[in-house]
């Protein structure tokens, strides 16, 4: 027996530090619940766990981003609600203008309920906010850019990708114009005459010239008339229509000039396009002749007058190609909007101006027919789309897991209520139809909120099956099984038991050498 190393009781202390640190990993997973609860427990699985908290975390999140989203999108469907409520009772309203038992007082009246519509249309775009965020104003939309000035973008679908889209103006769209045959004769101090008194009826709104009328009343009058049947009647100068010397606005290339006398009497209607149309009758030969009206107001059709649509093509490249289009998209265009679409339905709507391709146009009109633009130099029009603008709602714990909310701006100008009159039969029957298309653009944007908010509950859904399935796996790498730990704790506990008892026997063994030598 040897007795300078207690070999033996080296063992046995191993045995029993072995058995003690296996009891305190043990007690710790018993103590926490958890089975890794350092690196050195398991170092990879450390890791993994730690990146699926992290991503549990992001999901969390995500799920809470995504029920704002669905707020927006209720807020934004709420004021469209009312919007559509709105326009429902315009059809109304120009349903009832357009009967003809109406008297002038009524259609006023009927007027103006419609502008005042108009006015809370404006305003509930402008002020239906999340999070002071406005939601319907065009805020939210995708932003794009034009490299001409007087170039709005009307609409452009999700499908259009960022990027250069590009058309060619050729012509400009054309108010209904009547340019006066010949200058003004009636003096500005000459007063009308019984023989001279008469109507001049513009779109069906008569206008009583009366005896004693003098050429600032009568003028006056028409003023007056083409306001109320959503147009526009001035003097220009007599020798030019581009007078840049006389005062007033221009329109359409024309300037109003302070000066009635040896003018040009001007009416116009305030839109654009082709469905634009003006007619003008005059009673009095005599009166029409003081004005220098055309010899056709005073038959029985009167003067006929139309506008014309914006001439638009695509714009080709060094290589033939178009620029930003497929080659299966399709243009088409109406008043100053140019539509193109695709196979797949995709819009992109371009809303050009009066002045944008620089086009010059002839003062002298024709029975019955349009007034013609005599030169029209091409403008090549480059409208840059970028997702700029849009509200993107964070729905994934990575980068870029994105739903990018894009509401068009939705006001009167865009439906085009903006431009309803009711004063006459014929404008309030265009009325209706223009307001049954404002409804289909409404129901157009509340359908695509609807999409939006399908989506919205998809998303929701397949995140909390995403973080269902995350925590279960979670669970497993990282909890303790507490029927196996204990079973690892008791044997554990047992071993350093029995291993504390062996080393006590092992560190008396020397002792019992003294025995033998006593």
Not at 118 to 140: H, P, V
Not at 202 to 207: A, F, L, P, Q, S
Not at 307 to 313: F, H, I, L, N
């Amino acid at each position: 027996m040897r007795i300078n190393t207690n070999v033996a009781a080296i063992i046995a202390n191993n045995s029993l530090q072995k058995a003690e640190d296996r009891l305190n990993q043990s007690i710790r997973r018993l103590s926490s619940g958890y089975k890794i609860n350092s690196s050195a427990d398991d170092p990879a699985g450390c890791a993994i766990s730690e990146k699926l908290r992290l991503q549990l975390k992001g999901l969390s999140q995500s799920d809470n981003n995504a029920a704002d989203g669905v707020s927006v999108i209720n807020t934004a469907e709420g004021a469209i609600s009312e919007i559509q409520s709105m326009i429902s009772r315009m059809k109304e309203l120009t349903v009832q203008a357009a009967n003809g038992t109406n008297s002038e007082s009524e259609r006023q009246a009927v007027q103006d309920e419609i502008d005042n519509i108009n006015k809370e249309i404006n305003r509930i775009s402008n002020d239906t906010e999340f999070n002071s965020q406005a939601l319907i104003n065009g805020n939210l939309s995708r932003r794009v850019y034009s490299n001409i000035e007087g170039i709005n973008q009307l609409e452009c679908s999700d499908g259009f990708v960022a990027g250069n889209y590009g058309i060619t103006v050729t012509a400009d769209a054309r108010q209904a114009i009547m340019t006066g045959a010949d200058t003004i004769s009636m003096g500005a101090g000459d007063k009308i005459t019984k023989e001279q008194a008469g109507d001049i009826d513009i779109n069906g709104y008569t206008v009583s010239i009366s005896e004693g009328d003098t050429l600032d009343d009568i003028i006056g009058k028409l003023v007056d008339a083409a306001d109320l049947i959503g147009g526009k009647a001035f003097v220009t100068d007599g020798t030019a229509q581009n007078d840049t010397k006389a005062n007033g606005s221009v329109y359409a290339g024309y300037v109003p000039n302070t000066t009635y006398e040896g003018g040009r009497l001007m009416i116009m209607t305030n839109q654009y396009g082709s469905e634009q149309s003006l007619t003008v009758k005059c009673s009095n030969t005599q009166l029409a002749g003081l004005l220098g009206l055309n010899n056709d107001v005073t038959t029985d059709d009167g003067y006929v007058v139309n506008g014309s649509d914006v001439q638009a093509e695509f714009t080709k490249d060094a290589d033939g190609k178009r620029v930003g289009f497929e080659d299966s998209a399709v243009m088409s265009t109406s008043g100053t909007r140019v539509t193109v679409k695709d196979v797949n339905n995709k819009t992109f709507v371009t809303d050009v101006t009066g002045t944008s391709a620089g086009t010059k146009f002839d003062d002298v009109n024709k029975s019955n027919s349009k007034s013609q633009a005599i030169s029209a130099d091409t403008k090549n029009v480059v409208q840059e789309v970028t997702d700029v603008g849009t509200m993107s709602i964070h729905i994934g714990s990575n980068e870029y897991q994105v739903i990018k909310l894009d509401i068009p701006a939705l006001n009167t100008y865009t439906l085009g209520t903006d431009t309803i009159n009711v004063m006459t039969g014929m404008s309030a029957g265009v009325a209706i139809a223009t307001v049954d298309n404002a409804l289909s653009i409404a129901s157009a944007v509340r359908s695509k909120l609807g999409a939006y908010s399908n989506r919205f509950e998809h998303t929701i859904s397949n995140l909390s099956i995403s973080s269902e399935n995350l925590t279960a796996s979670l669970s497993k790498m990282i909890d303790t099984d507490m029927s196996e730990e204990m079973t690892e704790y008791t044997s554990m506990n047992v071993l350093s038991q029995a291993a504390t008892s062996i080393l006590s026997q092992a560190n008396q063994r020397p002792a019992n050498v003294l025995q033998l030598l006593q």
